[in-house]
């Protein structure tokens, strides 16, 4: 099976998920994979040069291809078609990647594909259009409200209002960005307006939610999507204060990147958490690895913050704790993409209309 690994694309965690998809594509060569690199211009390259990280340094060697609706190919400018993709382990953090739009492309070219489809990609980068869907199934979130570029522009005062209702703290963050970028906490009034300018500066919407204080973030992935889930254990991330920032994420300073796993948590907690990362999982029909992030109050009441659909590093350090190595994690992916794909390609998909005969 000819496997690619797609990373890179047009966002601003560009950078992070060339480091998830050459981790990734090194972690599995025994696969012979086809690392597959998506530059900041959403232009698509191929070339052995992929699989180090620097490979940027020496992108003249890259071979630009294009992917083609009605085929699993990848074509050169003049239409030599120069590698196949049977299946596509998706490793584009943020928009233009994990929004449903590269799934869409993918399934416009027939190709099975890692992670959940196109709906349930985009509500859950959408992290406003999430919660309101979170509050209508009754999952626990934090009090929020949102507004618009074109509102805070408009009225200001009237936004500022809206978010009073609430109360201070805050973190404000832009409604579909991911590790952290353009998110900033905010006390007063001041910082609001500055954290509101900066979350508008990457995204058109902003979401202003209530900054808990003294909360612990504790994560959780599960890997499905063909009828069976697993579920990991819950970890605890270390070293942060009021939220975690991009730095805290990735900057490879170890007093960052600390975590517990699994979190030192009463085993109700454990429990709960995993009895709710399997039903979000399951009743919202994602697929592949997720990892949801939850909040936890020091009076006890647990909140899901988030849900990653394509998270850093395909979150394979909670597996590799449960015996599983990357090369198996991959395979195990795309049976469920490939499994996935051929359900749906089962369907019917034509139509034989009596307006359209000529009678």
């Known amino acids: 099976m000819a496997i690619a690994i797609i990373f890179g694309g047009k966002s601003c965690e560009h950078n992070v998920s060339i480091v998830t998809g050459v981790q990734l594509a090194c972690s599995v060569r025994a696969l012979d994979p086809l690392p597959v690199y998506i530059d900041e211009r959403g232009e698509w390259y191929i070339g052995k040069e992929l699989f180090d990280v620097g490979f940027r340094r020496n992108k003249g060697k890259l071979r630009r291809v294009h992917p083609r609706p009605g085929s699993r190919g990848l074509y050169t400018d003049r239409g030599k078609k120069v590698a196949e993709m049977d299946a596509a382990v998706l490793c584009c953090h943020g928009m233009n990647g994990e929004d449903g739009t590269l799934q869409g492309l993918l399934e416009l070219c027939g190709v099975p594909y890692t992670g959940s489809g196109v709906l349930q990609s985009a509500l859950c980068m959408d992290k406003a259009a999430f919660k309101r869907y979170a509050i209508m199934s009754g999952i626990p979130t934090v009090p929020y409200t949102t507004f618009t570029r074109k509102e805070f522009d408009k009225d200001i005062y009237a936004v500022a209002d809206r978010i009073n209702d609430i109360g201070y703290p805050f973190i404000i963050k832009p409604a579909s960005l991911g590790s952290s970028i353009g998110v900033s906490a905010a006390h007063n009034e001041a910082e609001l307006v500055e954290a509101s300018r900066v979350a508008l500066s990457f995204d058109n919407v902003v979401i202003a939610e209530k900054l808990l204080v003294g909360f612990r973030e504790l994560n959780c992935a599960a890997l499905g999507g063909d009828g069976e889930t697993v579920v990991s254990d819950v970890e605890e991330p270390l070293g942060w204060k009021e939220f975690l920032s991009f730095e805290d994420k990735y900057s490879g300073k170890k007093e960052l990147m600390r975590r517990r ?10 429990a709960e958490i995993k009895r709710l990362t399997k039903y979000v999982f399951e009743s919202l029909d994602l697929a592949g690895v997720v990892r949801i992030d939850y909040m936890l109050t020091e009076s006890g009441e647990l909140y899901l913050n988030e849900i990653n659909t394509l998270p850093g590093s395909m979150a394979s350090y909670f597996f590799r704790r449960m015996g599983m190595t990357e ?13 996935r794909h051929n359900d749906k390609s089962r369907l019917t998909y034509s139509f034989s209309s009596p307006a359209l005969s000529g009678k």
């Not at 796993?261 to 454990?270: G, K, M, Q, R, S």
């Not at 994690?329 to 795309?334: E, F, G, H, I, M």
């Open 261 to 270: 796993l699994p979190a030192e948590i009463p085993d109700e907690t454990a």
């Open 327 to 339: 090369t198996a994690l991959v395979k195990r992916l795309t049976e469920i993409a490939v499994k």
